[in-house]
């Protein structure tokens, strides 16, 4: 066979493809230095996952976490399960009953949990409840030009 110089260069011209198709490839994934993953699309499901983990200083008033300098969700991010090790069968182990999908079934099903929030909830609308009850009897300011 005779390769014909427009067929060498026909060949190099798709070698060097444009810059902006090079980007959006790059952009697919996170690249080799994480081992390509790939950018996971973002369910209802997966965002209510997301925020429970950024509100996670929240829910337990003994345990301390940095403060979260992220505003948005992550572009690029794995969810994976953690697999039991067999030695560990009567211990450290989660019966499969208790065992929920998502991490806000997780909390929802913690009794603990539930009585924090519901006690915290209660201080805080005590808390308002006091604050509107004061404005209600405040002598009102005149505005003056």
């Given at each position: ?11 190099a011209?798709h070698?060097?493809s ?34 429970a ?16 300098d ?8 794995q969810?994976?399960t953690?697999?039991?090790?067999p ?15 998502t ?7 913690d009794?603990e949990?539930?009585?924090y ?5 209660a ?8 604050n ?14």
């Amino acid at each position: 066979m005779v390769v014909t110089r427009s067929a060498r260069s026909q060949a190099a011209r798709h070698a060097t493809s444009p810059p902006r198709y090079q980007k959006k490839e790059r952009q697919k994934t996170a690249g080799d230095g994480w081992f390509g993953m790939k950018a996971p699309e973002l369910t209802d499901e997966l965002k209510k996952n997301l925020k429970a983990l950024k509100m996670r200083a929240s829910m337990d008033p003994k345990r301390f976490y940095k403060k979260n300098d992220r505003d948005g969700f992550p572009k690029y991010f794995q969810i994976g399960t953690i697999v039991d090790n067999p030695a560990d069968f009567y211990h450290s182990r989660v019966p499969k009953k208790q065992r929920k999908r998502t991490i806000v079934e997780e909390l929802l099903a913690d009794s603990e949990f539930r009585r924090y929030n519901r006690r915290k909830y209660a201080e805080i609308m005590a808390e308002k409840a006091a604050n509107a009850a004061g404005k209600k009897f405040r002598k009102k300011k005149k505005f003056r030009n």
